[in-house]
């Protein structure tokens, strides 16, 4: 008896990024305000309540989407959410390692794993979460051409 397993590369990529989205709101929610100050560390021209209020929107947003990507529920709407996210996730990440901030990123908590210290200070770094958002970017844009345009309303 033979077993094979098919998974196509949209299907991959999807769980991929839907579990990074929910390692990384996981991480965020169970200390916000180790976010919060993550977020101020990366000198934003923004208001204060605007980056509190941030440290409290953003990992439930990164849930959602997270656990929509899984359940392939709204998947527009999460990969249109993906899109935007990592789009600010650039911006923010490529600002701060432009201007040489040694600050982690405050996106995911890799305390669980074996690693020692010269690599967890590099998968922490803004630099390396550039590249992953990045990548994270691409992978959503991918996946929100492969879903196609939603269907026209009807009179169109």
Known sequence: MRITID????????????????????????????FYTDLVAYHLPLPEPFLRLAAVVLPWLELFCGLMLFARFWLRAALTWVVVLCSIFVLCTGQAWARGLPISCGC????????????????????????????LLAAGLYLLRQTGSPPAAEGE
Do not use: M, T, Y
Request: no cysteine; glycine share 8%; aromatic share 14%.
């Open 7 to 34: 998974l196509d590369l949209k299907a991959v990529v999807r769980w991929l990024v839907g579990a990074l989205f929910l390692w990384a709101a996981v991480s965020k929610l169970a200390n916000l305000q180790d």
């Open 108 to 135: 995911l908590n890799l305390d669980w794993l074996p690693l020692g210290v010269g690599a967890k200070a590099w998968l922490e770094s803004v630099a390396f979460a550039f590249f992953r958002a990045g990548l």
